[in-house]
C-alpha cells in the first residue's frame, strides 16, 4: 500500500509547506496553517465512469471547438443573471457564500424549483432532512413537483447518483458537510472541502451540469476552507445582509464568464427573496429637509451605476487622539482625504473627531468616492447643508486634481433619470452633449471644486 502524502495547507492564501508552521510565511497570518493529507488517486471502479478516462482527450485548435451546445441559461432572477454574467454557464461551477440566515437555501430553492420545470434538476442537502426543505418550499409556495431531492453527505455516491439520474443543474448544500473515503479526516476540514470541491467541479466539466456549491463563512466574512476552494471554481458570489435588514445584496467576487464586483440587489419577504428592479430607490431614502454632511454620489457596481448616499459629522474631540471611523469606505482613505483637505483646502481638522457612513451598508472600495466624501466633510465642518439635487462623484489626487473615473457619462444619465438637477465632475468627465435638465460643472482642481461649492 501507498503512503499518503501529507501536506500543510493555509487557509487564508493556500500556501503549502511540508511541515507545521505557526505563522505563515506568504500572508503572515497566525495558527492558520492546517494538515492537509492528499487523497488517493481515484480509480475507474470506485468512481464515476469515465473520470479516469483522460487517454480519451485529444488536441484542437481553439477555432475547432464547438460553442453552440453551451449557451446560458436563465435562473429566473434578472439579478442573479447579472451577476453570473447573462446567465448559468452548462458545466460551471458556482460558490455561493454567506452568513448563516442569509438566504443561500432560499435563493437556490427558489432558483431549482423555477428551472425544474423546464430542465432536469437535482437538490443535494446535506445539513437539513428532506422534510425540512419540503416546509420551506411548502411555505414559500413554490412548485416541488418536478424538483428532484436527495439527502447525501458522500461525494462518490452523489456523482453516482447524478451520472444515472443526468440532471442539467445541481446545488450542493453545503460544501462544508460533503466527504470523501479516500481522504482520513472530518468533514468540514480543509482535506475534505479541497477535495470534495475538486471531485464534484470535475464531475461538473465531464458531464457539463451546472454545479451550484452552499459555502459557508468564517467570523471575518470569508469563506471557510483553504483559499484554494476559489481556485477550482469558476463563479463565487458573497450574498451579503443583516438580520435586521430586509435587503441582501448578491456579489460576484470571482467569474470567469463575466464581470467581477457585480451587484444584484433583492428583498426578503414572507414568500422568500424578491428582486428589487431599481436598487437606487432604496439608498436614496433622504430626509424631506437638507441636513449638512449629506451627499449623493454615483458608484459603479459592475456593469450599472449605483447612487448612495454619503454622510459625515466632524464634531470637535474631548481626547488627545481625534477618532476616525469609516463605515462603508476605507479607513486609510479617509485619512489622505484629510492631509490633501488640510494642505490644498485650507482646512484643518487635527482636533476634530471624523465619521463617515455609507448608506445602506454598501462597501465602497474605489476612488471615485473622493469628491463627494470632501464635499461630505465640508458640509459638516462648516454646518451648512447642500443642495438636495446635487451629486458629486471623482478622484482626488495627492496633488489636488480631480481626475477622471471611468463610465462617466452613464453616471450621469443615471443621476439624471432620478431626478438630480446639478452635477460637480472630474473635468474630463463632461459629457459631449448637453443632458436636458443637467447643469453639469466640471473641477479639474480642489481649490476650484471648493470655491464653487
Known sequence: MSKIKTNYVCTDCGAEYSRWLGQCNECKAWNTISEFRQAKTPTRGGSFSGFAGMSNAKVQTLDAIDLTDLPRFSSGFNEFDRVLGGGIVPGSAILIGGEPGAGKSTLLLQTMCTLAANMPALYITGEESLQQVAMRAQRLGLATDKLKMLSETSVENICLIAEK???????????????????????????QVRESAAYLTRFAKQHHVAMLLVGHVTKDGSLAGPKVLEHCIDCSIMLEGTSDSRFRTLRGNKNRFGAVNELGVFAMTGSGLKEVKNPSAIFLNRNEEATPGSIVMVLWEGTRPLLV??????????????????VGAEQNRLSMLLAILNRHGGLQMNDQDVFVNVVGGVKVSETSIDLALIFALVSSFRD?????????????GLSGEIRPVPSGQERINEAAKHGFKRAIVPFNNMPKEKISGMEVIGVKKLSEALEIL
Open 384 to 396: 451648512k447643508s447642500l443642495p438636495q439635487d446635487l451629486v458629486v462623484f471623482g478622484e482626488v
Open 165 to 191: 439520474e443526468k440532471p442539467k443543474i445541481m446545488v450542493i448544500d453545503s460544501i462544508q458537510v460533503m466527504h470523501m473515503a479516500d481522504v482520513q479526516s472530518a468533514p468540514g476540514s480543509v482535506s
Open 309 to 326: 448616499e454619503i454622510q459625515a459629522l466632524v464634531d470637535h474631540s474631548a481626547l488627545g487622539n481625534p477618532r476616525r471611523v469609516a
